[in-house]
């Protein structure tokens, strides 16, 4: 007897019969078997079944429409949520010159600004030096004297100015005119004897070389007095009465004055006349523009009574003549 053939069975389906397998394996011609009708149905049904990753493929598929159903309302919310706040924030309008000039206006109204009085006087402070001359004291040696630690006189209180940041000072004669020694304090505290190592006594000046400086010594900037003139303002900076420095202003009331010293002894020219008070001890002392530039040297005022006190009328060497007794070259 011929044995029947033997077929593999496609893999059933998750819904498919226990009975499907018995079908199957039936013989061609027995009599179990099924119709050709039947089998050509059950050869589509198995094409038909989908293969092993396609119910994992499918559960990907739903999970993913999850997702995206689940996302889609917070995008939506979150675009909704930036568009507000695109349209709420306020448009800034550009920036206009009237608003700069507002802003400016605005700010020199409500900051209070220094003078320019003051603010010539803070550049040329560091420059200023107070000058004191001392009589003879106990003498060492020929021609040497040792200044004494207590009970030294005071002979002249004056001011300087530094116009070489080595420690080169500009003052008046008379301030140390036959001093045994001198000593300068600069503006941060340091003092120093000093030494006159030039003079002009035709104007009545001194130059002076401090032993010691500060490490940071600035030099006061000299302009020429080419472009002064009447009524232009300046200060004057200086120890008056040895109180200071002290810092007075004015403006230029004449050029090209003449002095007499109260003496007669001397007669100084080329001048530059101010109002700006002065008074004993602020001979030496820098007179200077508003752009705090160095014009000329306090020498002298007028006081046609015996007191030696300012009544409105000073006097100041040029800085031109001033720098040339420092050995500087002309403007």
């Known amino acids: 007897m011929r044995r029947p053939a033997l077929y593999s069975s496609p893999r059933r389906p998750a819904d498919a019969s226990p009975q499907a397998p018995a079908a199957a394996m039936a013989p061609a011609n027995s009599p179990d078997a099924p119709p050709p009708a039947a089998a050509s149905a059950a050869s589509v049904a198995s094409t038909d079944t989908p293969p092993r990753n396609a119910s994992r493929t499918s559960r990907r598929a739903r999970l993913w429409?999850?997702?995206?159903?689940?996302?889609?309302?917070?995008?939506?919310?979150?675009?909704?949520?930036?568009?507000?706040?695109?349209?709420?924030?306020?448009?800034?309008?550009?920036?206009?010159?009237?608003?700069?000039?507002?802003?400016?206006?605005?700010?020199?109204?409500?900051?209070?600004?220094?003078?320019?009085?003051?603010?010539a006087a803070d550049k040329v402070a560091p420059s200023v030096v107070r000058v004191v001359a001392y009589d003879k004291s106990e003498k060492i040696g020929r021609g040497k004297y040792k200044p004494k630690e207590e009970g030294e006189i005071e002979r002249g209180i004056g001011t300087g100015v530094v116009i070489v940041d080595k420690g080169v000072i500009l003052t008046n004669l008379h301030v140390v005119a036959g001093a045994d020694h001198i000593r300068v304090t600069f503006s941060d505290g340091l003092e120093s004897v000093a030494s006159v190592i030039n003079v002009q006594q035709e104007n009545d000046l001194a130059v002076l070389q401090a032993h010691k400086i500060p490490d940071d010594l600035a030099a006061a900037t000299l302009k020429s007095t080419a472009s002064l003139r009447p009524g232009d303002e300046v200060a004057a900076i200086g120890f008056p009465f040895g109180i200071g420095p002290s810092v007075s202003s004015g403006i230029v009331s004449g050029l090209k004055r003449g002095f007499l010293s109260p003496e007669g002894k001397q007669q100084l020219s080329n001048l530059i006349?101010?109002?700006?008070?002065?008074?004993?001890?602020?001979?030496?002392?820098?007179?200077?523009?508003?752009?705090?530039?160095?014009?000329?040297?306090?020498?002298?005022?007028?006081?046609p009574t015996q007191h030696r006190?300012?009544?409105?009328?000073?006097?100041?060497?040029?800085?031109?003549?001033?720098?040339?007794?420092?050995?500087?070259?002309?403007f």
């Open 65 to 119: 429409r999850v997702v995206r159903i689940a996302t889609t309302p917070a995008l939506a919310a979150a675009a909704l949520a930036v568009a507000v706040v695109v349209a709420l924030r306020p448009v800034v309008p550009p920036i206009t010159q009237k608003d700069v000039d507002a802003a400016v206006r605005h700010t020199l109204e409500k900051a209070v600004l220094p003078s320019a009085v003051a603010r």
């Open 273 to 303: 006349q101010f109002d700006a008070a002065a008074n004993p001890g602020n001979s030496g002392g820098p007179l200077l523009t508003m752009d705090g530039e160095v014009v000329g040297i306090v020498t002298a005022i007028l006081n």
């Open 309 to 330: 006190t300012f009544l409105g009328i000073g006097f100041a060497v040029p800085i031109e003549n001033a720098a040339a007794a420092a050995g500087m070259p002309p």
